[in-house]
């Protein structure tokens, strides 16, 4: 007998759109059928498409800021509101801070993490720190004991990576068979561009979008690339913004670079004015995130990539500050200037219903692409497929229904993360999670969480398919 029966389901995978029955078992798919016979527990998913549950692969919780200021989300805050927007596993980033051994590193995050998960977790190392006893010897170690992906910076005093250091970085990546996702910001040029502001007077929130303006996210794109291909390994440019990054991108792939890519809900459906707040005030504080969100032009763009492949993944790069609290947006001098405001904006939740609606409701991208960029490609990138990304006999039964029809205004009150806000309040969208299902267990229903943060499990990866297929 079946543990579970999801019955009448509309079934969509990143290459199919079907009508069946699915059968669970021990927290597998074991069998997909007009009729999988009897089972324990009955779901009846009439009127309902079953996806894939949703990857996140950039998270980031409980990661540490300096002194001042504390992320609004831990592992458990966090993963509840995964769970509640339809997401089964998240890729948070352990950040390895300078003088640390990237086993402390992880060991420490670990123990963050540990008993206080509703979702599956996998970790991506952050590299502040590329020592040669990191390079040759750490590094190495993790990628065959499962971490099998880093993030590098080229911006932030305390994260930015030269480019003898980005090159050393890359050239254990191909060695190695790792995926490195870049944040491309060009330090210098943000810098400069801080120092001119602030000498003007320009010091509100909204500066910081005119601080690191598009050409510094070109420029280091470039650069990125360029570096990639002398060391020649496949890298991923993350948190991509808009027009002018995506054309170095497809200028690369054109050129046969193995390249991949990702953006975000912020660059869809936020905009620079938003950062204006209500007139150039504080409130605009809640909008900051790097790169910033640009304008209706790079918002076209960037549908243009989710449909042509020029994007490969959709990532919420959740990074949620609370905006009333002094360790959070109000954290000392951020009302004297932009450059003081932590960097980013909470999305977990709402990563996926942002994309339903405005993508598959307004018919900007198909189910199916849907389901590629927020699982299936993920999943391989990442080397967690076909365990996670995708619904086939065998895989972990990590399912999302939707309702297709169910509109919703988002609002804080909705929302199940610790931060105070949402960027997206007010914001209208059809299309909505019913019911996550995590490896066989229903983690929520109906809004309401009804797993436990013993529930989710680190998963153990293998290697990107970036370098398999
Ligand atoms: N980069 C991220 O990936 N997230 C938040 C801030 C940043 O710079
Ligand atoms: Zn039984
Ligand atoms: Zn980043
Ligand atoms: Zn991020």
Same mark, same amino acid.
């Given at each position: 007998m079946l543990d579970t029966a999801i019955r009448n389901a509309t079934i969509i995978t990143a290459g199919d759109r079907y009508i069946a029955q699915i059968g669970i078992r021990n927290g597998r798919i074991i069998t997909i059928a007009e009729d999988v016979g009897p089972a324990h527990e009955e779901i009846d998913a009439t009127g309902l498409w079953v996806m894939p549950g949703g990857i996140d692969a950039h998270v980031h919780l409980e990661q540490p800021q300096g002194p001042n200021v504390v992320m609004a989300d831990g592992f458990e805050s966090g993963t509840r509101s995964a769970a509640a927007g339809g997401t089964t596993t998240v890729m948070p980033f352990a950040l390895q801070q300078k003088g640390q051994s990237l086993r402390e590193v992880v060991d420490a995050y670990h123990a963050a993490a540990k008993d206080k998960c509703h979702v599956d977790c996998s970790f991506h190392i952050i590299i502040t720190d590329p020592t040669p006893q990191v390079l040759g010897q750490e590094l190495p170690a993790l990628v065959k004991a499962g971490y099998t992906s880093f993030k590098v910076f080229m911006t932030y005093d305390d994260m930015v990576l030269n480019d003898a250091q980005l090159l050393d970085v890359f050239d254990v990546a191909r060695r190695e068979k790792a995926m490195v996702m870049v944040h491309a910001e060009g330090y210098d040029a943000i810098r400069y561009m801080t120092r001119r502001l602030e000498e003007a007077g320009? =010091? &509100?929130?909204?500066?910081h979008a005119e601080s690191r303006p598009e050409s510094v996210e070109r420029e280091a794109t470039h650069r990125a690339i360029s570096h990639a291909e002398l060391t020649d390994v496949p890298i991923m440019i993350v948190h991509v913004s808009g027009r002018e990054p995506m054309e170095q991108i497809q200028w690369a792939k054109r050129r046969g670079r193995k390249l991949y890519a990702e953006t975000c809900p912020q660059y869809i459906?936020? =905009? &620079?004015?938003?950062?204006?707040g209500l007139n150039m005030d504080f409130e605009g504080a809640k909008y900051v995130c790097s790169p910033p969100p640009r304008d209706t032009d790079s918002q076209k763009a960037i549908w243009e990539g989710l449909r042509d492949g020029t994007f490969d993944i959709f990532s919420s790069d959740h990074c949620p500050f609370r905006f009333d609290d002094p360790k959070g947006?109000?954290?000392?001098g951020a009302r004297t200037s932009f450059r003081w405001v932590p960097n980013g904006i909470p999305g977990i939740e709402t990563r996926l219903p942002i994309l339903f609606s405005e993508g598959i409701v307004k018919g900007r991208i198909t189910p199916e692409r849907f389901v590629a960029l927020t699982a299936t490609n993920p999943a391989k990138l990442f080397g967690m497929y076909p365990q996670k990304g995708t619904i086939a006999i065998g895989a972990d039964a990590d399912l999302t229904l939707w309702d297709p029809q169910r509109q919703v205004t988002i609002s804080q009150s909705l929302m199940?993360?610790?931060?105070?806000?949402?960027?997206?309040?007010?914001m209208q969208v059809t299309g909505w999670p019913v019911r996550t299902i995590l490896r066989g267990q229903t983690i929520m229903a109906n809004g309401a969480i009804t797993g436990t943060t013993d529930i989710g499990t680190y998963i153990d990866r293998g290697l990107s398919a970036a370098f398999t297929a």
């Open positions: 320009h =010091t &509100a929130p909204y500066f459906a936020l =905009t &620079a004015n938003n950062l204006k947006k109000s954290v000392e199940h993360h610790d931060c105070d806000y949402t960027p997206y309040e007010g």
